[in-house]
Nanobody, 118 residues
Framework: QVQLVESGGGLVQTGGSLRLSCAPSGRIFNISTMRWYRQSPGKQRELVASITSGGSTNYPDSVKGRFTISRDNAKNTVYLQMNSLRPEDTAVYYC????????????WGQGTQVIVSS
């Protein structure tokens, strides 16, 4: 079964930047919205960015102006540029790709750890 593979996580100081990437392990088709979520210990998974196939983006206030999501539709790859990182951004980041036409499918990655030191 095709999964998404995230990369680019790591340890960074407060104020630093990281760029996450997410690509499918095999061929997938007709992907509509792609998203990045994050989850830190003891907290629920949080949506941090989404992008439609047409390029429309959405962010929660907690990351707006600091994070930028982008995608390559030809490769079904999604990126997350994270700037001005804060300790509260520390979490495991997961990507998600949604296929809305039949068979409807949600693809997930295994997560990549981001640690922001103060």
């Amino acid at each position: 079964q095709v999964q998404l593979v995230e990369s680019g996580g790591g340890l960074v100081q407060t104020g630093g930047s990281l760029r996450l990437s997410c690509a499918p392990s095999g061929r997938i088709f007709n992907i509509s919205t792609m998203r990045w979520y994050r989850q830190s210990p003891g907290k629920q998974r949080e949506l941090v960015a989404s992008i439609t196939s047409g390029g429309s983006t959405n962010y929660p206030d907690s990351v707006k102006g600091r994070f930028t999501i982008s995608r390559d539709n030809a490769k079904n790859t999604v990126y997350l540029q994270m700037n001005s990182l804060r300790p509260e951004d520390t979490a495991v980041y997961y990507c998600n790709a949604e296929r809305q036409i039949l068979p409807k499918t949600n693809y997930w990655g295994q997560g990549t750890q981001v640690i922001v030191s103060s």
